[in-house]
């Protein structure tokens, strides 16, 4: 068995040498153009050379949750692209809007303002029931982050494609129920697969809909985002604030106005990192798996897009 491993940017040597350790009747390497013929690859941002001279790859696993940019290129009809059902990054995000949310609802922003200002000013509580959460998109990490903010007692429903069932949150599916679900929310948090149909998704008219003084948690894609319309709308007062993780242009550059709101938090696409050890065990086992002829969880549907 000869597994390929294609990421740009990430340090090769310890995924090499774990993967390694898990397979050791494998052949595994750091693929280069013109490299023998390979049966699996391991892959982030791989260039459409990987694809165009390995032709014959049965699976493609990619090390990240997001598949969109794997989605811009050729890939071969017989290769499955996989992609990682959780590997340690729903934790992450649970952990982040978690956060980002009770940091807002508490008044933090405004009490470190009056610390820097040696102003002593308790406020009266807010309510957990008047900050309604939406979490657009319900796949493994959107499920994980609905669950545990539900148990901070908020108020949680979520929207999906597809119908879903999950304990303690409100579920909405399909393109008829997507304005009923943001009427009902006050802070929305995005976790959607960026495919053409969800790109511009957090625009003017969605971000309208929700409740007044909504708040706005970004740990999707850039893409999803209009920032315009955003800018806007902190203006107008229809939206509170927000917490943003990633952008249409990353690193997010010099200059641009993210970087100085005062009702934004900007951090460096970091809500959720790929933990390797977890990635390498995952991966192995669906290896194994479809060299039993077994079928395997997370293989992308290429017509969705997730």
């Known amino acids: 068995m000869r597994i390929t491993f294609c990421c740009i940017d990430t340090e090769s040597e310890p995924w090499l040498q774990g993967l390694q350790n898990a397979l050791p009747q494998a052949h ?13 690859a391991v892959v982030w941002a791989p260039p459409q ?7 014959q790859l049965k699976a493609a696993f990619n090390i990240g949750a997001g598949v969109d940019a794997l989605l811009a290129l050729q890939i071969p009809a017989s290769t499955q692209l996989v992609r990682l059902d959780d590997a340690g990054m729903s934790v992450q995000m649970a952990e982040y809007v978690c956060h980002a949310l009770i940091r807002h609802m508490r008044e933090f922003d405004l009490f470190e303002a009056d610390t820097r200002a040696l102003a002593w000013s308790p406020r009266e509580p807010l309510a957990r029931a008047d900050f309604p959460v939406g979490i657009l998109g319900l796949g493994v990490l959107g499920a994980r982050v609905a669950q545990t903010v ?3 007692e908020f108020p949680v429903s979520g929207w999906s494609r597809s119908p879903k069932h999950i304990a303690g949150v409100q579920c ?3 393109a008829q129920e997507l304005d009923r679900f943001l009427a009902g929310t006050r802070v929305l948090v995005n976790l959607l697969p960026l495919t053409p149909e969800t790109e ?6 969605s971000l309208s809909r929700l409740h007044r003084g909504a708040y706005l948690i970004n740990i999707a894609r850039g893409r999803h985002l209009v920032e315009e319309d955003l800018l806007a709308l902190l203006d107008s007062g229809q939206v509170a604030g ?7 242009t990353e690193p997010l550059p010099a200059g641009h106005p993210f970087w100085t709101h005062p009702r934004i938090t900007v951090t460096p696409h970091t809500a959720a990192l790929t933990l390797r050890s977890e990635s390498i065990a995952q991966i192995v086992g669906k290896i194994l798996a479809l060299e039993r002829g077994e079928p395997v969880a997370g293989v992308v549907d290429l017509a969705r897009g997730y």
């Open 172 to 174: 909405f599916s399909g």
């Open 200 to 205: 511009d998704i957090l625009n003017h008219h």
């Open 150 to 152: 539900a148990q901070f």
């Open 49 to 55: 050379a990987l694809f165009d001279q390995q032709p």
């Open 28 to 40: 595994i390497s750091l693929w280069r153009s013109g490299d023998a013929p390979a049966d699996y």
């Open 242 to 248: 927000a917490t943003l993780d990633v952008f249409r």
